[in-house]
Antibody, heavy 120, light 110 residues
Framework: EVRLVESGGGLVQPGGSLRLSCAASGFTFSDYFMHWVRQVPGKGLVWVARLSNNGRSSAYAASVKGRFTISRDTAKNTLYLQMNSLRVDDSAVYFC?????????????WGRGTLVTVSS | QSVLTQPPAESGTPGQSVTISCSGSSFNIGSHAVNWYQQLSGTAPRLLIYANDQRPSGVPDRFSASKSGTSASLAISGLQSEDEADYYCAVWDDSLIGVVFGGGTKLTVL
């Protein structure tokens, strides 16, 4: 069974840093592109970042480029999102997603999300 | 304001058919496959349609989708109460070099 479990969310002050983790299981992690998507409660989905299966190619939303870094540890089957210089408008639920194999940018599995709150 | 335009809300009665539109541009829908997601209240989104018109296993055939030019649409036939949810279109955008989501459509089953 495919499982994605996010962790690392919490309350952080503006300008602070946080690292989110996504523990993956039930599939060959190194075969799949992975994404982070965020959602302010009650609002729409917003794509954040994507990482290739081998970790060599990444893409970011303009709003987070230069502040966030997506990475993966294949040995630990874990996806990360390092978030620096956090702003109030980064507050959201962050979902980890897996791309459907051979169908780029179609997320067929989603975690339950982890809540990030940026506030003083 | 999202790059992909969806109606904020649609509604229908049980048994009816509903269509949700998603309008984009040559940078996104016009060049790449469209995916659709369903998000029930309080849950994570679920992939409903991939590659413009393909249903993952487990998705009822009441759900169908199509794409033409720079627009796409999701059709739900035989509407059921459990279809009440938010629906999002999504696609890669060559200009933004990233995935873009539509603003979402809240479907109400009356």
């Amino acid at each position: 069974e495919v499982r994605l479990v996010e962790s690392g969310g919490g309350l952080v002050q503006p300008g602070g840093s946080l690292r989110l983790s996504c523990a993956a299981s039930g599939f060959t992690f190194s075969d799949y592109f992975m994404h982070w998507v965020r959602q302010v409660p009650g609002k729409g989905l917003v794509w954040v970042a994507r990482l290739s299966n081998n970790g060599r190619s990444s893409a970011y939303a303009a709003s987070v480029k230069g502040r966030f870094t997506i990475s993966r540890d294949t040995a630990k089957n874990t996806l990360y999102l390092q978030m620096n210089s956090l702003r109030v408008d980064d507050s959201a639920v962050y979902f980890c997603t897996r791309d459907r194999r051979w169908e780029p940018n179609s997320s067929d599995y989603w975690g339950r999300g982890t809540l990030v709150t940026v506030s003083s | 304001q999202s790059v992909l335009t969806q109606p904020p809300a649609e509604s229908g009665t049980p048994g009816q058919s509903v269509t949700i539109s998603c309008s984009g541009s040559s940078f996104n829908i016009g060049s790449h496959a469209v995916n659709w997601y369903q998000q029930l209240s309080g849950t994570a989104p679920r992939l409903l349609i991939y590659a413009n018109d393909q249903r993952p296993s487990g998705v009822p055939d009441r759900f169908s989708a199509s794409k033409s030019g720079t627009s796409a649409s999701l059709a739900i036939s035989g509407l059921q109460s459990e279809d009440e949810a938010d629906y999002y279109c999504a696609v890669w955008d060559d200009s933004l070099i990233g995935v873009v989501f539509g603003g979402g459509t809240k479907l109400t089953v009356l």
